[in-house]
């Protein structure tokens, strides 16, 4: 398949069709004797040959360690390096690669700033806002960096469909309030947040914002400019890209006046016993040698995305939301978590009867894979008084035809039950 190279009807068309899964190796296999059919993608979305080929042919011919040989291969793995570098500031809107840091992950890069720029900024008795629908990673660091300083971490509720309560902004948001962190979409609940309005307000009172854009990444064109956002993070995994990659986007400014969070070769400017000084940004936050193949794989991932158009694979997704909402809504004693007027590629449900890791064994067992589980937000859970959700979440490989054996599988499960 050549992304991109199609009329946006010939896209709509193959996206509807499933005609892309044939760019995805792991799609073709069977599980449980029958086709699988991938709805897990909120938790880890599949890799494209394209990214497969890019990492083997890096791994093949050029690698070598980055930014630190004359010789021909260190190079050339610096020249692949610093062009995925490009290719992210490119994809994001990024106003130079000088903003893009490359860690980890989403959970690497809320801990980057909590420990650099939270714990240099925030002093006993400030505030940090975050939202009763964090995932965990944009919880438990705020938390372990307000217990460290004796700051206090403030949360945003939300209401029974899963949208934050926006009304009780302003009561939160006050004059100790340093920094406020919000994911961009619910990987619980699929809400999708207004985040350019928060950031609006909380820029009001001089007050800096963290995008969680581990869910939006793969389902929205991401523009951090217009966004106005001070940080956005986001993981390679979760955009058809490897594991073990990620970004964070850092205002410029705000990245100059953050300490390094960790030491180590490449992030230093001169080293002496008596005292080092240290690298401008990006480099200050990249200690050590960097996951090279994986940002290489990360560029290769958002060159495919960028070939099909974010703006299709959205069109897309939310068709299949439509239909998956209302199809889920048929099956008797099936109640769905998560109604937010504004959602995204992901629905969270219940099935009467059938516990949600019970459920997820059984679909497995059809070929089916969702997740199960509290999706490491257990809060959100809380607020449901409920331990776990099924959560069904959706890719641009995904089709029509997923869903129906979905809920073909939810009636099976339910008649094992003698539901
Ligand atoms: N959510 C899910 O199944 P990492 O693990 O660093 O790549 O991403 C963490 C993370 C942060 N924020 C949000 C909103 C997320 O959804 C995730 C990862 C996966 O929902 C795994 S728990």
């Known amino acids: 398949m050549q992304a991109g190279t199609a009329s946006l009807v010939t896209t709509m068309d193959r996206l509807a069709s499933g005609a892309f899964k044939a760019d995805f190796p792991i799609l073709q296999q069977q599980v449980g004797n029958k086709p699988l059919v991938y709805l897990d993608s909120g938790a880890s979305s599949q890799k494209p040959q394209v990214v497969i080929d890019a990492m083997t042919k890096y791994y093949c011919h050029d690698h070598s360690n980055v930014h630190r040989g004359v010789h021909t291969l260190s190079q050339r793995a610096t020249h692949a390096y610093e062009q995925a570098r490009q290719k992210v500031a490119d994809f994001i809107n990024a106003p130079s690669t000088d903003d893009v840091v490359f860690v980890r992950g989403t959970t690497e890069a809320i801990n980057l700033v909590a420990n650099s720029y939270g714990a240099s900024q925030l002093q006993a008795g400030d505030e940090v806002l975050i939202t009763a629908l964090e995932h965990h990673a944009n919880i438990v660091p705020w938390q ?13 509720p939300i ?99 953050m300490p390094p969070w960790q030491g180590g070769g490449d992030m230093i400017r001169v080293v002496t016993f008596e005292k080092t000084t240290y690298a401008d940004p990006p480099l200050r936050f990249e200690a050590g040698t960097p996951d090279i193949a994986e940002a290489i794989g990360l560029g290769a991932a958002l ?53 949600p890791h019970d459920l997820g064994t059984i679909l497995d067992a059809e070929g089916v894979a969702i997740r ?48």
Do not use: W
Not at 336 to 349: E, N, Q, W, Y
């Open 372 to 419: 199960a589980g509290h999706h490491c937000a257990m809060p959100v859970m809380q607020f449901f008084s409920i331990p776990a959700t099924a959560r069904a979440s959706f890719g641009l490989y995904n089709t029509m035809t997923d869903i129906d054996a979905l809920v073909a599988a939810l009636h099976k499960a339910r008649k094992l039950f003698g539901l």
């Open 144 to 156: 372990m960096v307000c217990e460290r300083i004796g700051a206090r971490l403030r949360v945003l």
């Open 159 to 257: 209401n029974d469909c899963g949208e934050l309560r926006l009304d009780q902004l302003d009561a939160l948001l006050s004059s100790r309030t340093r920094i406020v962190a919000v994911a961009h979409i619910s990987n619980a609940l699929g809400t999708v947040n207004p985040v350019a309005q928060i950031v609006e307000r909380a820029h009001a009172l001089g007050v800096v914002v963290l995008v969680d854009g581990a869910q939006s990444i793969p389902h929205a064109k991401i523009d951090v400019q217009a966004l106005d956002c001070d940080f956005f993070c986001f993981s390679g995994h979760k955009v058809y890209g490897p594991t073990g990659i990620g970004v964070l986007y850092g205002r410029q400014s705000l990245l100059q006046q």
């Open 303 to 355: 060159d495919y995305v960028s070939a099909i158009g974010l703006d299709k694979i959205a069109a897309h997704e939310k068709a299949l939301l439509e239909y998956a909402t209302a199809q889920l809504s048929s099956v008797p004693g099936l109640r769905i978590i998560g109604t937010a007027a504004h959602k995204a590629a992901v629905v969270s449900f219940l099935l009467k009867g059938i516990h």
